[in-house]
Nanobody
Framework: QVDLVESGGGSVQAGGSLRLSCAAS????????IGWFRQGPGKEREGVAI???????FYADSVKGRFTLSQDTTKKNLYLQMNALKPEDTAMYYC?????????????????????WGRGTQVTVSS
């Protein structure tokens, strides 16, 4: 299986920045799609930024232009650079992965397509 561990969360003022990291281990060479979900208070879990199995990035409309998804060359680490943070970005952020070939925002944002999840890292943005 794939083990995922998030880090980098914290509390910041609106307009500030944070970089989240996801360390991945225990995966094979098979195709994998991986990215970030978040769940704010009283909200459903939503996709934020995700690499499909071909390495193409997808972003939620609410974070386009502010968040940037990246990974190292070995794909052992996934990053989410979050700039111009807003209070509505406050949420628990989860790293998630699935094995196989998958693309397209609609499919990539279905939580049931992911069988590997980190425990999450909290991001709190104050106004």
């Amino acid at each position: 299986q794939v083990d995922l561990v998030e880090s980098g969360g914290g509390s910041v003022q609106a307009g500030g920045s944070l970089r989240l990291s996801c360390a991945a281990s225990g995966y094979t060479q098979s195709n994998i799609y991986i990215g970030w979900f978040r769940q704010g208070p009283g909200k459903e879990r939503e996709g934020v930024a995700i690499f499909d199995s071909d390495g193409t990035s997808f972003y939620a409309d609410s974070v386009k232009g502010r968040f940037t998804l990246s990974q190292d060359t070995t794909k052992k680490n996934l990053y989410l650079q979050m700039n111009a943070l807003k209070p509505e970005d406050t949420a628990m952020y989860y790293c998630a992965a699935g094995r196989g070939r998958l693309t397209g925002w609609y499919l990539l944002t279905q939580p049931n397509y992911y069988n590997y999840w980190g425990r999450g890292t909290q991001v709190t943005v104050s106004s």
